[in-house]
């Protein structure tokens, strides 16, 4: 039994407790286009990969979740026009509020980095369509913006992080907690000068 804490703690999703986080199963569905449930998919991606999600808890409340894994476990990924790396590392989801995210973000980039993984990308919404990163936080926090498509209604961007050092992890560490609020993006279009700011600050 999980002892009782105030304080948000991050924990990994095992496929036991994987169908009682809300949300989870909805966005496992969308990206498994209704492949598998919860648990079959965390307990598949686990024994094929490794664990594929963290979830944030405060005492018995679920306060936001992560889940990320190979792109040929998540297949709706190759319904966008985007030129997604095979054998590419994809940060499918993050949920709750915009510290939450970024604090699931982060120990998602510290564990594959510790796993040996030197990239990973995301279909992010410019828009902050349902299921996916929004486009801005991503960018802000130091991701590259690869592609933009027009699809399925939106537009959606490609965006790419190198893990390559501890201390480019350590930067990223920096831009992911250093903004602790940002106003929602809205409207098809991204805020300009997103995409710019990200480019300059990389180069």
Do not use: N
């Not at 929004?134 to 209604?153: D, F, I, K, Q, Y």
């Not at 480019?168 to 300009?192: C, H, I, M, Q, T």
């Amino acid at each position: 039994m999980r002892p009782t804490s105030f304080v948000p703690m991050i924990h990994q999703i095992t496929p036991q407790e994987a169908a009682e986080i809300p949300g989870l199963g909805a966005a496992l569905s969308y990206w498994t286009e209704g492949g598998a449930g919860p648990r079959e998919w965390f307990e598949e991606v686990l024994d094929a990969w490794g664990p594929a999600g963290f979830a944030v808890r405060r005492g018995e409340e679920v306060q936001g979740f992560v889940v990320y894994g190979p792109r040929e476990h998540l297949p709706r990924s190759g319904r966008y026009p985007l030129p997604v790396e095979d054998g590419a590392v994809l940060l499918a989801y993050a949920a709750g509020d915009q510290r939450t995210r970024r604090r699931l973000i982060l120990r998602t980039l510290r564990d594959l980095r510790q796993r040996g993984v030197g990239r990973v990308e995301a279909i992010a919404s410019d828009a902050g369509a349902r299921f996916h990163v929004p486009t801005r936080l991503l960018a802000e926090s130091g991701w590259r913006p690869v592609r933009r498509c027009w699809c399925l209604g939106g537009f959606y961007t490609l965006v790419r992080v190198d893990l390559g050092t501890t201390v480019e992890v350590a930067g990223l560490a920096r831009d992911l907690l250093g903004r602790v609020r940002l106003p929602a993006l809205k409207g098809p279009s991204p805020v300009p000068g997103v995409f710019s700011r990200a480019a300059g600050s990389r180069s």
